[in-house]
């Protein structure tokens, strides 16, 4: 009986610690949120935007790229952020982008307020070169202003 159960709990050992290391983390990025503060239009017509990034959660992120499909009054355009920031835990973050209008897409006039929606794709640095990518979806009013 004992050389029975001996190799059938070691064997159940081995797949409960194969099964551990296949466990997902997709779970730690739950909650992160980006919300379109305010858009200051330029005198030449370049719209500047100001993006809040909140981190409920506590862990540290490190965003390496951030792209941001924004539609305004139903006229689409993208605001990139190609350079690194840290996003400290529980806490938020403001950074700030040219948002690109789409070909035919006029930028908007200054103006009280505007509803947006808007589409993100975060792409984190986890742990060396590895990355994950986050999408978030946010959506609300934003203040158009003349800088």
């Known amino acids: 009986m004992k050389r029975v159960l001996t190799p059938l709990f070691l064997l159940s050992l081995l797949a409960l610690l194969v099964a551990g290391c296949g466990t997902s983390t997709g779970a730690a990025f739950t909650g992160l949120n980006v919300t379109l503060a305010k858009l200051e239009r330029a005198d030449d017509g ?4 100001a993006l809040r990034y909140a981190n409920p959660n506590l862990a540290v992120y490190n965003i390496s790229k951030a ?3 924004v539609t305004l009054d139903g006229v689409s355009g993208t ?3 190609e350079r ?4 400290p835990y529980s806490s938020s973050v403001e950074q ?7 070909r ?3 930028p908007p006039a200054a103006a009280a307020s505007l509803a947006y929606r808007m589409d993100t794709t975060l792409t984190l640095l986890v742990f060396g070169a590895e990355t ?5 979806r946010s959506s609300g009013t934003v203040a158009v202003t003349a800088k």
């Open 96 to 102: 700030t982008g040219v948002l690109q209008m789409e």
């Open 104 to 106: 035919g897409g006029a």
């Open 79 to 81: 605001i990139a952020i």
């Open 132 to 136: 994950r990518v986050v999408k978030t």
């Open 46 to 49: 370049t719209i500047h935007a």
């Open 84 to 87: 690194p920031f840290g996003l």
């Open 67 to 69: 792209v941001h499909r």
